[in-house]
T-cell receptor
């Protein structure tokens, strides 16, 4: 398996532009997470999906951020319009939590998308 | 709300020494899981070790081991015989399965292994 695949690896854009980050989870994983990493805030959970359905989006900073998962193999995180304070590394991660007391499987991360908004 | 606290923002040790990274968490539940992730300069997040709260035995993975103190809500990571390749950011993480399915991360400890 190629792991979790994110694109682009790097994105530089100007304030006000739309940014779309993409993620392909590991096949068979039914949970997908979007995290944002900054020096100040560390790793923040933005939103997560289970079976393509958004379960908790309480971490999405504001209405400029939106995420979709149209099918089990693809998710997007969109920022419109982008602002300099959105500059960060955005990680996608996926897993399959099995049932029962030992149901915590490994959360596998993609390589991240580094976003710079000028 | 669940919280994960890593009180050491940065540490440095000499190669071959043993180092312990601290982590505390807050929860009212008894069924949960704890993890340590490593993020080297390459930025890739890599699972180092995990611990189920219902297991009393501390998890070990080669040179990496944990000291899990459930009553104290403490979950420290010990790295023995440290190597230059251990230089990385280390994140403690927490998952409560009965409550929801999201992993919460601490702010991390930046570890430097010195030659």
């Amino acid at each position: 398996d190629a792991g979790v695949i994110q694109s682009p690896r790097h994105e530089v854009t100007e304030m006000g532009q739309e940014v779309t980050l993409r993620c392909k989870p590991i096949s068979g994983h039914d949970y997908l997470f979007w995290y944002r990493q900054t020096m100040m805030r560390g790793l923040e959970l933005l939103i997560y999906f289970n079976n393509n359905v958004p379960i908790d989006d309480s971490g999405m900073p504001e209405d400029r951020f939106s995420a979709k998962m149209p099918n089990a193999s693809f998710s997007t995180l969109k920022i419109q319009p982008s602002e300099p304070r959105d500059s960060a590394v955005y990680f996608c991660a996926s897993t399959s939590w099995a049932g029962g007391p030992s149901g915590a499987n490994v959360l596998t991360f993609g390589a991240g998308s580094r976003l710079t908004v000028l | 709300a669940q919280t994960v606290t890593q009180s050491q923002p940065e540490m440095s040790v000499q190669e071959a020494e043993t180092v312990t990274l601290s982590c505390t968490y807050d929860t009212s539940e008894s069924n949960y899981y704890l993890f340590w992730y490593k993020q080297p300069p390459s930025r890739q997040m890599i699972l180092v070790i995990r611990q189920e709260a219902y297991k009393q035995q501390n998890a070990t993975e080669n040179r990496f081991s944990v000291n899990f103190q459930k009553a104290a809500k403490s979950f420290s990571l010990k790295i023995s015989d440290s190597q230059l390749g251990d230089t990385a950011m280390y994140f403690c993480a927490f998952l409560e399965r009965n409550r929801d399915d999201k992993i919460i991360f601490g702010k991390g400890t930046r570890l430097h292994i010195l030659p």
